[in-house]
Each structure stands twice: as structure tokens, then as C-alpha cells.
């Protein structure tokens, strides 16, 4: 594990560097952080300017809570999982692969955590205190924060293992770029608490594509409306997706020829 973090930190010191080497572009990147939390929050303006004081059972102070847990997601992919798996499938189409298999380090470990985009850090931190904002005039207790904190870390790995198993496919079909951005245009939905869809998109945004467990579920946490099931469901559902995408990165890698074959 020593050498692992001493890895991550001699590759990621470097990409640190490499992106602040220009104080524009951290400005830059602050400002199109400000304007994404600014579409979000319009859009829940938009959802409760209709005169209603509850939007499916949320308050706006609750639906706010589901959008800031939605940006720190949004953050978690933007800084550490999407500049990891963007660079999978170049590596499979250049050869840079072979190298990456042919260290000592878990592969898979290599190719998750090589890369940090540290301009959307900003994303991190707006969203924590949109959060802490919302959470602020509702009751909370220390025990549903402690589950929200929980069924969130649960949520992350949702969102790494769908990522992970995307960029997977580049070992056969190389170019996936349009199935990520399925994902990213569908993940959008996440900005919302699930109730406010009709039932038939809230069962596909449960039970289909999880977008609700990422984002609604670690805010009914908080607010005190979580169900026993849907507790139970989320880390069993991370801990499912991890297996598989596990078995599924493994056979990709099997099935490897490397591009000089």
C-alpha cells in the first residue's frame, strides 16, 4: 500500500503542476464551475417556480440538497474518475497499455487513479456548500448524517464502477466516447430528487440506470425520509457493481492482444 501512494503521488504531482502552471486557466476554470452550479440552479428554480411549496414531497431546501450532492458528483467525476478513464481507451489504440500491464502495480488500480484534473476542484467545494447551505435550515441528526455519509461513499463507487465498466469496452470496441456521454446526458436527471419524475422514468432512474442512489438517496438520509430497503439496497448495489466490474475488467484484460499484434 506504501508503494501505491508513493506511485500516486510522484504521477499526480506532476498533473498538478502541469495544470497550474497557468493562472488563467484556473480562473477559467472557476468561472465555467460557477456557470454549471448556476444551470443547476436555475433549473431547480425553474422546477418550484411553478407556486408550489413541494415538488414530489421535497421542500426547496430538500431538492437543494439532492443538487449540491448532484455538483460534488459531478466534482468526484470531473477531478478524479473521468481524466482516468478518457485516457483507457488511447492507451489500448497507442500500445501504452502494454506498458501499464506490464508493471507490478493491480492494473486496474493504475489506470483509476494515474490522473487528477484538479481545475474542477471548485466543483468539490461548491458542492459541499450547497449542502451545508440547504442542510442548515432543516433538522438533521448526527446518526442520518452519519448514513448519508455512508450510503454517498456507496454512491461514489456506483459512479466509478459505470465509468469503469464504459471505458472497459474500449478493449473491444476501442472508441467509447459517445457511451460516456449516454451517461453524463442521463446523469443530468440527477440533479432532481427521483419523485419529482413520473414513476416510470423514477423506476429506470432506480432499478435501471442508479442515478437515484447517487444523488436522492444520500439526501433522504439527511432529511430523515429514507426507507430500510433503499438503506440496505445502496451499498449492496456498490458492492454488486464493484464485483462485476471487477470480473469484467479482468476478462477485458485477458482478452488483450496489445496494438503491435
Known amino acids: 500500500m506504501t508503494r501505491y501512494l508513493r506511485l500516486i503521488r510522484i504521477f499526480t504531482g506532476a498533473t498538478v503542476s502541469a495544470q497550474l502552471e497557468y493562472r488563467a486557466n484556473f480562473i477559467g476554470a472557476v468561472l465555467s464551475s460557477l456557470g454549471q452550479v448556476g444551470v443547476a440552479l436555475l433549473a431547480i428554480g425553474v422546477l418550484f417556480g411553478q407556486g408550489s411549496d413541494t415538488v414530489g414531497g421535497w421542500t426547496f431546501r430538500e431538492a437543494l440538497l439532492v443538487t449540491g450532492f448532484f455538483i460534488l458528483t459531478e466534482g468526484f467525476i470531473a477531478v478524479f474518475v473521468q481524466p482516468n478513464m478518457s485516457r483507457i481507451a488511447e492507451a489500448i489504440r497507442t500500445g501504452n497499455m502494454d506498458f501499464t500491464l506490464l508493471k507490478p502495480l493491480d492494473a ?35 446518526s442520518g448524517l452519519l448514513i448519508a455519509a455512508v450510503l454517498y461513499v456507496s454512491a461514489l463507487t456506483i459512479v466509478y464502477c459505470i465509468w469503469l465498466a464504459l471505458s472497459t469496452t474500449a478493449f473491444w470496441f476501442v472508441k467509447t466516447q459517445n457511451v460516456a456521454e ?20 423514477r423506476f429506470a432512474l432506480t432499478f435501471i440506470v442508479p442515478i437515484a442512489l447517487i444523488t436522492t438517496v444520500p439526501a433522504q438520509a439527511m432529511t430523515g425520509r429514507l426507507s430500510p430497503a433503499l438503506a440496505i439496497a445502496s451499498p449492496l448495489v456498490a458492492a454488486g457493481l464493484f464485483a462485476v466490474t471487477r470480473w469484467f475488467w479482468l476478462r477485458a484484460v485477458a482478452s488483450y492482444t496489445s496494438a503491435s499484434s
Open 182 to 201: 449516454l451517461f453524463n446526458g442521463i446523469f443530468g436527471a440527477g440533479r432532481f430528487p427521483v419523485t419529482a419524475f413520473p414513476l416510470p422514468v
Open 108 to 142: 486496474q488500480f493504475s489506470v483509476s487513479t494515474r490522473y487528477l484534473n484538479v481545475l474542477r476542484a471548485p466543483d468539490l467545494l461548491i458542492g459541499l456548500g450547497l449542502i451545508v447551505y440547504a442542510a442548515s435550515a432543516l433538522t438533521t441528526t448526527p
